[in-house]
């Protein structure tokens, strides 16, 4: 019998998707798209570069199938879940296939799973996929607070959603995916936040997380537009029902170990998952389980930084913050990776610290200034940047999120 020849298409799984557009986002080529009902690869578009396999956050994007001719984009679209593998014979998977698809899996796993890196080792346990959009979880807006001054160009909230009795376990560093109502039949506005609070919640004891949510008016050409989750969650009143799927997130994770620090590197919301850390930190500084924070936090200035006075407030024994303002009248512009350099000796020692976690959250702009900023540091102690992030990824000690 002749053998088939055998291509193995990239799809995602419609079942488990939650039409966030986070796939879409990330993808260099432009080889996913989205109708009314699924997001789907594009024959022949797809290069395999893996790049939208870890922001994924619930998996559904790492699927595949062994076909003879790639699925349309119309099949895909008319698709409710993935089609059955059929493999013709004995001889469809060719010893050929085999060297290539080990390489891809090492690879990946030198990264951590998924591409991601691995969390960090004294990582808790976190529950994934608990909810979905077809069973959301249904929180109660118990609180919207503004943290940017009233004048400020940006309206940043802080917003907490109780849970009641429906169990939400969290961790700090996850993420939730909120699903906003369109109506007219058309599917719901699916968006993604990271959670704000520790796991014990916003208020200790109870059953709620915060969110920290910038109001989109402008995207990011600055054309004027209305983003629909962000006015959505902004214009809660308490009181309020949403419905909400569910945790995600494997990676960035704290570590639980005594004695671990963290280097924190944020702008704007990106500074929920590190007030989330911070907060844990803080609640058990009685513990006094040693190791540092540093954190450094860039906005424009004081009036839009979110979390600006409580900040002001942490003790110096508990975190070290290095503020960077881009726009005081004042002063020469400033960001995070000027206020890096200005702390290099630091940043080198905790580098060097085998306990010590890095964690990067924010616009993906900031990506470039950053490394950049490590690189110049590592250059003055002998060292090679790219070989030592490398290093500390596969350690699970190197994590971003970046948007």
Same mark, same amino acid.
């Given at each position: 019998?002749?053998?088939t020849?055998l291509?193995?298409q ?5 079942e488990?998707?939650?039409r966030?557009?986070?796939c879409?986002e990330t993808c260099p ?8 009902n699924n997001y ?11 790049d ?14 062994r076909v ?5 984009i119309d099949?895909q679209f008319?698709?409710?879940a993935?089609? @059955?593998?059929? $493999? =013709?014979?004995? /001889?469809?998977v060719h010893?050929?296939?085999?060297p290539e698809?080990v !390489? ?10 998924g ?8 990582a808790?346990?976190p529950y994934?996929?608990l909810?979905t959009l077809?069973?959301p ?13 009233p004048d400020?160009?940006s309206d ?15 961790l700090?560093?996850?993420?939730? @995916?909120?699903i $906003? =109502?369109?109506? /007219?039949?058309?599917?719901?506005h699916?968006r993604m936040?990271?959670? !704000?609070?520790p796991?014990?919640?916003e208020?200790?004891g109870?059953?709620?997380?915060a ?6 008016t ?5 054309t ?6 962000s ?5 809660l009143?308490?009181g309020?029902q949403?419905a909400i799927?569910g945790?995600?997130g494997?990676s960035?994770l704290?570590p639980n170990?005594?004695?671990s ?7 704007g919301?990106?500074?929920a998952?590190?007030r989330a850390?911070?907060e844990r ?15 450094f ?5 004081p ?5 600006f006075?409580p900040l002001?407030k ?6 070290d913050?290095?503020?960077a303002?881009s726009?005081?009248?004042?002063k020469p512009k400033?960001?995070v990776?000027?206020r890096?350099?200005a702390?290099g000796?630091k940043l ?6 085998d306990?010590c976690?890095v964690?990067?959250c924010?616009h993906?702009q900031?990506e470039g200034g950053?490394?950049?900023a490590f690189?110049?540091i590592c250059?003055?102690q002998?060292r090679?940047w ?5 290093q ?5 000690r190197?994590h971003?999120?970046t948007?």
């Amino acid at each position: 019998m002749a053998s088939t020849e055998l291509i193995r298409q990239h799809l995602i799984d419609p079942e488990i998707c939650i039409r966030c557009n986070t796939c879409e986002e990330t993808c260099p080529r432009d080889a996913i798209t989205h109708d009314a009902n699924n997001y789907v690869v594009k024959p022949g578009m797809c290069e395999n570069c893996s790049d939208c396999i870890a922001p994924c956050p619930t998996g559904a994007i790492d699927s595949w199938r062994r076909v003879a001719t790639p699925f349309t984009i119309d099949e895909q679209f008319g698709w409710d879940a993935l089609p @059955a593998e059929e $493999v =013709p014979g004995d /001889e469809a998977v060719h010893e050929a296939d085999i060297p290539e698809e080990v !390489a891809r899996l090492s690879a990946l796993a030198s990264q951590g799973q998924g591409g991601q890196a691995p969390p960090p080792w004294s990582a808790a346990h976190p529950y994934v996929g608990l909810y979905t959009l077809a069973k959301p979880a249904i929180a109660t807006c118990s609180g919207n607070l503004r943290l940017t001054a009233p004048d400020a160009e940006s309206d940043i909230r802080h917003i907490v959603l109780d849970f009641g009795q429906t169990a939400f376990p969290v961790l700090e560093g996850q993420s939730l @995916a909120v699903i $906003v =109502p369109t109506g /007219e039949g058309r599917p719901p506005h699916v968006r993604m936040y990271s959670v !704000a609070s520790p796991r014990n919640g916003e208020r200790p004891g109870y059953n709620n997380v915060a969110l920290t949510v910038k109001r989109v008016t402008q995207d990011r050409s600055g054309t004027a537009v209305r983003g629909v989750a962000s006015n959505y969650l902004c214009d809660l009143q308490k009181g309020d029902q949403v419905a909400i799927a569910g945790p995600f997130g494997t990676s960035f994770l704290m570590p639980n170990h005594p004695g671990s620090s963290l280097i924190m590197i944020c702008t704007g919301t990106g500074s929920a998952p590190m007030r989330a850390m911070t907060e844990r930190r803080r609640r058990r500084l009685a513990r006094d389980e040693g190791g540092e924070l540093l954190l450094f936090f860039g906005a424009r200035n004081p009036d839009e930084l979110p979390y600006f006075g409580p900040l002001q407030k942490l003790p110096s024994s508990l975190i070290d913050v290095q503020l960077a303002f881009s726009r005081l009248a004042d002063k020469p512009k400033e960001y995070v990776q000027d206020r890096m350099l200005a702390c290099g000796e630091k940043l080198a020692r905790l580098l060097g610290n085998d306990n010590c976690y890095v964690y990067i959250c924010g616009h993906k702009q900031m990506e470039g200034g950053v490394e950049g900023a490590f690189a110049k540091i590592c250059e003055t102690q002998g060292r090679d940047w790219t070989q030592l992030r490398d290093q500390l990824r596969a350690n699970g000690r190197y994590h971003v999120e970046t948007y």
